[in-house]
């Protein structure tokens, strides 16, 4: 549960840096079985909506993760 915690301040601090570069055009949700089942599902929504990044900014759970990212242009 602290990792967690730890993980969502981190992306949320990036986020605010990273921010200031790029114009934020969303967010996407998604989940998954594993961290990186999650990255690529935001990787293919990324990739439809036209984004050219994203930055995770919350991932949880036990046996089935769910995760937010934003979407920059």
Do not use: Q, R, W
């Amino acid at each position: 549960m602290k990792t967690i915690k730890t993980l969502v301040v981190a992306a949320a601090l990036a986020t605010v840096s990273f921010g200031s570069f790029a114009a934020e055009i969303g967010t996407v949700t998604a989940t998954g079985n594993t961290l990186d089942g999650l990255e690529s599902t935001f990787a293919a929504k990324a990739a439809a909506a036209g984004a050219s990044s994203y930055n995770t900014v919350a991932a949880g759970g036990e046996n089935h993760l769910h995760g937010t990212a934003i979407l920059y242009k």
